[in-house]
């Protein structure tokens, strides 16, 4: 096989600023997705220590239905649709693989799937796997949802109508407008797919996420990662029970998949017990959003952002990683983000506020920032 064609398509991407390369961690962290410090957190630790003193084994040693359903896997479950306040749950490997088993599965031919444009990736490859026509509507905008579902129905379409968003979207750090969506959703007799991956323990009573007013309607089903603000690894569907036993007979991303490991269901496990108990570490996170909206966004004139997300959009692909590039020399790590993961010309900074920083590192990024941007 001539590897060419591979190199030139990436000197394509270079010359247009977009070749991708993996990096090390360093640097104050402004990048991650461990909102509530969650990942080296010592109570979990000792969870998984715990379980590995009294023998869980590391490996699953198959997919969950042979003999890769453990015990870890089941208890977790059954944590979490008590916690989720839904009638089940289903533990996937992360969010990516449960957005593929959820558009990929649940629309059935002749339905309607209608997503916000601004949905995750593995919900548009999702979409890409189902049978269902997809149409997609302006972000945020109820409007524009409720005039594709019309649209649809009056040029013949009978099946059922999904509606897909992010509760809080991970490039823009908007929140989807959930009590509308859900009168919309029940005026259309259709279904929700809420994708809580960055709402989940920052939000909600509890940490449940922006969708807890939602929790348990029969028309419902939540993807809840366990990779970001729980700090450990996988995700959880939470919905009907009819809705979890179809995806266990249907989802060939979960049927034929090796069972994530044991342990992880014993990480998840206690990140759920240390999200629950985490008012504290959410207030916390508040007020350092309040800090950064005082000294990020406020002297480079943008308004308050209304959560742990912050894009400081620049357009241009080069400008964005140039100053990304500066910052991390400067000791913050901040990364760029550019097209395909945003539209062209809004190329930004994407700028995550974790509680592994703090007061003075949020001043320092301000300062430094603003003397970039002059």
Request: charged share 20%; hydrophobic share 45%.
């Amino acid at each position: 096989m001539t590897s060419e064609p591979f190199r030139t398509q990436l000197a394509a991407l270079e010359g247009r600023g977009r070749l991708r390369r993996l990096m090390p961690r360093a640097g104050r962290d402004f990048a991650s997705n461990d909102y509530l410090g969650l990942a080296a957190d010592p109570i979990i630790g000792q969870a998984v220590a715990d379980a590995v003193a009294r023998g869980v084994p590391v490996g699953s040693g198959g997919s969950r239905l042979l003999r890769g359903n453990a015990p870890e896997h089941e208890g977790l479950e059954a944590k979490a649709a008590t916690f989720f306040r839904t009638q089940a749950a289903l533990f996937m490997a992360n969010g990516f693989a449960a957005n593929l088993a959820l558009f990929g599965t649940l629309p059935q031919r002749g339905d309607l799937i209608v997503a916000d444009e601004l949905i995750h990736a593995s919900a548009h490859d999702g979409i890409r796997m189902s049978k269902a026509r997809a149409v997609f509507a302006r972000h945020n905008d109820v409007q524009s949802f409720a005039d594709l579902i019309t649209g649809w129905r009056t040029e013949g379409g009978k099946g059922r109508v999904w509606i897909a968003v992010e509760t809080l979207y991970s490039m823009d750090g908007d929140m989807a407008p959930l009590a509308d969506l859900a009168a919309l959703a029940a005026r259309n007799n259709a279904m929700l797919l809420l994708d809580e991956a960055h709402g989940t323990g920052v939000f909600g009573p509890s940490g449940r996420g922006l969708s807890a007013g939602l929790d348990g309607l029969h028309n419902v089903v939540t993807l809840h990662t366990c990779g970001k603000a729980m700090g450990v690894e996988g995700a959880l569907v939470c919905g009907p029970r009819i809705v979890i036993d179809y995806l266990v007979n249907r989802a060939r991303v979960f049927i034929f998949s090796t069972a994530p490991s044991p342990l992880m269901a014993v990480a998840a496990s206690a990140a759920l017990d240390r999200i629950e108990q985490a008012d504290d570490m959410r207030a916390r996170l508040t007020v350092l959003r309040q800090d950064a909206a005082e000294m990020i966004y406020r002297p480079l004139g943008l308004p308050a952002p209304r959560s742990q997300i912050m894009p400081v959009i620049l357009g241009g692909d080069g400008r964005a990683m140039a100053v990304a590039q500066a910052l991390q020399e400067a000791g913050f790590d901040v990364r760029g983000i550019r097209p395909p993961t945003v539209k062209p010309g809004t190329s930004r900074l994407r700028i995550s506020l974790t509680l592994n920083i703090g007061r003075a590192d949020v001043a320092a990024l301000g300062t430094e920032l603003r003397r970039l941007l002059a």
